[in-house]
């Protein structure tokens, strides 16, 4: 019996080996045929992790950026096992990618792991399912739908302004907070009751399963893990047992729970033909699903709905949460901007704007782009082709043999890193002082900025394409009902050094306490008479 029980791992582990090997020789043989490498770009410091490490060391943005010093704004670059990379600023390049979706398509590097965790959302499909699921979501995020959940923004925001005044109490006239811990506490609740009706209750510092179990998704502290990252181009790795995947799958299955009782719930009211049934974004959905008019064959699956609240959560809360915190950081470094931002949300006499107020009142208006634009919190973003393709360029540049080019040709499964911080950030476009926070700028744009696929404001943050973040008004109006009651209440400082404060990007770029490595950003706020 023991024998047999070792011949059969034996066995398993040759075929493990085997099926590596295949797998590293079919990514040798792919770097070795690519035309990629006619390209120039930095050179390989790793037979292995090819430029991976150096990119992971520091913020990626940085390194990103002294690479387009040196080569430009197209050239490739080494991933795993030394395979090239295309790497674009080239605005007309990006456009051809980025809306050229029959061709060009997230990787499963891409959306393996977080579909894992967040099942068939909208961020993690393509093509057809892709396609049906945004017809079908779109009035959702409608500008009539967001201006019936701004008193729910508003609502949390001053909630949080509350919570603020009682630690300001606390601590005799003024207090030390966490801005990253508290806007995600307050876009948590937000999310829940504009996204799906769900109480989370994390102003109030209760706990529910739902926020336990996306906890977990978001440790505090997130490093570098080298089996889940191998399995991505190895995917008989992902057998392997893990502590990680563990809690993923358990967090999963919560999530799973609860979504199916509140699609179940929603689905009841619905033919009831209850017409008090929430505005918010599930209901909708469902709504939207159920029409009469919809033929069966477009509407979408229990599974389908079920993957869109995880999706909501993340895109609604963690994103949010990031730049809110971040702005905070801006405003900090910045107290002339923070002044006359408030100076501007006194002048109006209410606690509770419509969103037509909030979208007119024009510094923060350009406070909050600024903010997407300095600080976006998806820092890049990842196509890979399914067939041959030739990404046309606007600007020309040199080859290894010192040919000028205009295009880039790639091969099937050839993938391109679209760098949107240093997109945003780009002199080119943004001026000398591109990495300044300087709103002012946005009272006097240059045209150059509308050559940047986006849908909002010339900026790379929300992307362009079919693809583009079907949420970002939702985005934007939740930020800017956060700016308003926090920043006529209070004046914000960093309670730390600027330089202790850094950034580490897992699936958001958020700000990094450098002294604990962990995700916190320390802010005094002091209540302003």
Known sequence: MASS?????????????????????????????TPLRNLRGPKNPSVVWGNFKEVNHEDDSVVYERWIKEYGKTFRFHEFL???????????????????TQTWIKPDIFRRGPAAAFGEGIL????????????????????PQLSALNSIFLEKSAELRDVWNSKVAEGHGSAQVDTVTWMA????????????????????????????ALAKL???????????????????????????????????????????????????????????????????????NMDKDVPPHLRLSDEELLGQIPTFLVAG?????????????????????????????????????????????????????????????????????????????????????????????????????????????????????????????????????????GVYSGLATFISGPHSCIGWRFAVLELKAILFHLVREFKVDLAVPAEQIGSRSFLVMRPLLKSNNKYELPINITPVA
């Open 5 to 33: 029980v070792r011949s059969f791992g034996l066995a398993f582990a040759a075929l493990a080996v085997c099926y590596a090997a295949s797998k590293i020789s079919q990514l040798l043989w792919h770097k070795f045929t």
């Open 82 to 100: 030394g395979r090239y990379r295309l790497f674009t600023i080239d605005t007309r390049a990006i456009g051809h990618v980025l809306n050229n």
């Open 124 to 143: 993690f499909t393509e093509g057809e399912q892709h396609r049906r699921q945004r017809k079908i979501m779109g009035p959702a995020f409608a500008t």
């Open 185 to 212: 506490k307050t876009t948590m609740d937000i999310i829940g009751l504009a996204g799906f009706g769900y109480h989370f209750n994390s102003l109030k510092e209760e706990s529910t399963p739902l926020a336990e």
């Open 218 to 288: 978001f440790p505090s502290t997130q490093g570098f893990r080298v089996l889940p990252f191998l399995a991505n181009f190895i995917p008989a790795l992902r057998w392997i047992p893990n502590e990680r995947e563990r809690i993923t799958i358990e967090a999963r299955g919560v999530m799973n729970q609860i979504g199916l009782e509140l699609i179940r719930e929603s689905r009841r009211a619905i033919q009831a033909g209850d017409s008090s049934t929430g505005r918010d974004l599930l209901a909708l959905l469902m709504r939207a």
């Open 317 to 453: 809360h963690e994103t949010t949460a990031t730049s809110a915190s971040w702005c905070c950081y801006a405003l900090s470094l910045n107290p002339d901007v923070q002044t006359k931002l408030r100076e501007e949300l006194r002048g109006v006499h209410t606690e509770e704007p419509s969103m037509d107020q909030l979208n007119g009142l024009p510094y923060l208006d350009a406070v909050v782009r600024e903010t997407m634009r300095l600080y976006a919190v998806v820092s890049w973003t990842l196509r890979e082709a399914v067939v041959d393709d030739v990404i046309p360029l606007d600007t020309p540049i040199l080859d290894c043999s010192g040919r000028m080019i205009q295009e880039v040709r790639v091969k099937k499964g050839d993938t391109v890193l679209i760098p949107i911080l240093p997109l945003n950030r780009a002199d080119e476009i943004w001026g000398y002082d591109s990495h300044q926070f300087r709103p002012e700028r946005w009272f006097a744009m240059a045209e150059k900025s509308s050559s940047i696929p």
